[in-house]
């Protein structure tokens, strides 16, 4: 499948056409696999794929497609002269040269990709002769993506070595992402927590001092809520701890559903849930814990009978100020004021 407006195929000499150039392309290809066991970043290694390709293998685009889902490839990097127009492609399993080589996951090469009856042609284009080469991305036998080159004229096919070189290339593309995903789902899984899916303590804490630092930087309010809920053990105690879990999720997902993008939930641990909102003033922190103090009672009594408390502190410029210790002592403050059924109560005063 390729963009492409009519050209009449221009003559294009392969650089890979002695041994010393062969040397060169493994020589690069070495440094490349040294930047990925030393955990380089996946962009910057994927980017020099694509640009030493297009060094060593004279060719108008290469362009790495990643898989978007189960069944759809999208556009990570081109590199070459149609960037524009391969950016927003999208492709599904099986359409096409590229996506043929993504779900049989196998090399897909054409050398007459213009007459080939399984290559696709991007609506608003027309046929000019070319050649294709598609490499799907592969690692532990799980597809990543594909790697494909395309290349304009009629008289000159991709070369075996060539091909050789590129398969090599896309080996390395695929254990660089590979490696990204596997450090990404490592960094999720330390900071997240395992029963709600909300971020977890490390995390939070992590969000807290950036965002205090950033408030104190620009001038911007940071407000912080502290939620517990009211005797959460005699929850465990009556209805069994399969069901306090419930609670617990279902608290996550209120307060999830209830935020903006810029806000954090976290659980800390227990029954204790954070709040921290980015550029927020006191009374509109007020105003959201309200709410979720309504929703939130409401949803809970109408299931194990209980309710929640929450605590405020708000940044406001001050020299001096530790935001979850102020809110962690008005949500005691709170929790002393009801201990039957609790509700939301916001000292007049806040330190901080």
């Avoid at 042609?121 to 799980?142: D, H, Q």
């Avoid at 450090?183 to 899916?197: I, N």
């Avoid at 029954?271 to 939130?296: I, K, M, S």
């Avoid at 929640?308 to 002592?329: H, Q």
Wanted: glycine share 6%; with cysteine.
């Amino acid at each position: 499948m390729r963009a492409r407006v009519c050209d009449c195929g221009m003559a294009i000499i392969s650089t890979l056409a002695d041994e010393g150039s062969l040397a060169i392309g493994y020589r690069r290809l070495a440094a490349l696999l040294r930047d990925v066991v030393a955990e380089e970043s996946v962009d910057s290694v994927l980017a020099r794929v694509a640009a030493t390709l297009r060094e060593l293998i004279l060719c108008e685009d290469v362009v790495l497609w990643e898989c978007a889902g189960d069944d759809m490839l999208t556009v990570a990097l081109v590199d070459g002269e149609d960037e524009e127009a391969m950016r927003s492609l999208r492709i599904q399993l099986g359409d096409g040269l590229t996506g043929r080589a993504a779900l049989e996951g196998r090399p897909i090469v054409s050398n007459d990709a213009h007459l080939d009856p399984l290559a696709g042609l991007v609506p608003g284009t027309e046929p000019t002769p070319e050649s294709v080469a598609c490499m799907p991305l592969l690692a532990r036998e799980r597809l990543l993506g594909v790697l494909s080159l395309y290349r304009r004229g009629s008289a000159h096919a991709f070369a075996a070595e060539e091909i050789e070189l590129v398969a090599d290339f896309a080996a390395v593309a695929a254990l660089a992402l590979d490696n990204a995903r596997t450090r990404s789902e490592l960094e999720r899984l330390a900071t997240t927590d395992d029963l709600t899916g909300m971020a977890n303590r490390r995390r939070f804490r992590t969000e807290l001092e950036r965002e205090l630092a950033s408030a104190r930087r620009y001038g911007t309010p940071l407000s912080l809520l502290l939620l517990d809920i009211d005797d959460f053990k005699a929850v465990n105690d009556t209805y069994g701890h399969a069901r306090g879990d419930d609670v617990l999720r279902l608290v996550a997902k209120i307060l999830q559903a209830s935020l903006r993008a810029p806000d954090l939930s976290a659980r800390l641990g227990g029954d204790e849930f954070a709040v921290l909102l980015p550029q927020t003033e006191r009374a509109a922190a007020e105003a959201l814990a309200q709410r979720l103090n309504r929703t939130l009672g409401s949803a809970l009594n109408s299931r194990v009978r209980t309710t929640v408390s929450i605590g405020i502190s708000t940044f406001n410029g001050e020299e001096s100020v530790d935001l979850l210790e102020d809110a962690d002592r008005f949500l005691y403050e709170a929790k002393r004021a009801h201990p039957a059924y609790a509700s939301v109560r916001f000292p007049t005063q806040l330190s901080s």
